[in-house]
């Protein structure tokens, strides 16, 4: 399995930015996709964006399209999510996750690995 460690949550205003940060060790992730989800208080996790390592192919859900862009850094096996123009329905756990030989990218139950999560908070 990956481990997986995130990093770079906190609180924010409406309309500013964060970047997260997922450092990934034990395996080469040739063969992963590396991606985010989130879980608001009270509410399902939910899928954010995810970068398919081979090829660097990037989704992301309709909510956060055009604010947030996932990233990697190869030399520090390490996958961003940059979010800008933050609103106060972003406020959640955020979870870096990997799936091994990624199909259905967006499904949470594919996902082999999972860090511990980071809080994000937007304030109105």
């Known amino acids: 399995q990956v481990q997986l460690v995130e990093s770079g949550g906190g609180l924010v205003q409406a309309g500013g930015s964060l970047r997260l940060s997922c450092l990934a060790s034990?395996?080469?992730?040739?063969?992963?996709?590396v991606g985010w989800f989130r879980q608001a208080a009270g509410k399902e996790r939910e899928f954010v964006a995810t970068?398919?390592?081979?090829?660097?192919?990037?989704y992301y859900a309709d909510s956060v399209k055009g604010r947030f862009t996932i990233s990697r850094d190869n030399a520090k096996n390490t996958v961003y999510l940059q979010m800008n123009s933050l609103k106060p329905e972003d406020t959640a756990v955020y979870y870096c996750a990997a799936e091994r030989l990624p199909n259905t990218v967006r499904a949470a139950n594919e996902y082999d690995s999972w860090g511990q999560g980071t809080q994000v908070t937007v304030s109105s």
């Open positions: 970068l398919v390592w081979r090829g660097g192919y990037t």
């Open positions: 034990g395996r080469t992730l040739s063969n992963y996709a």
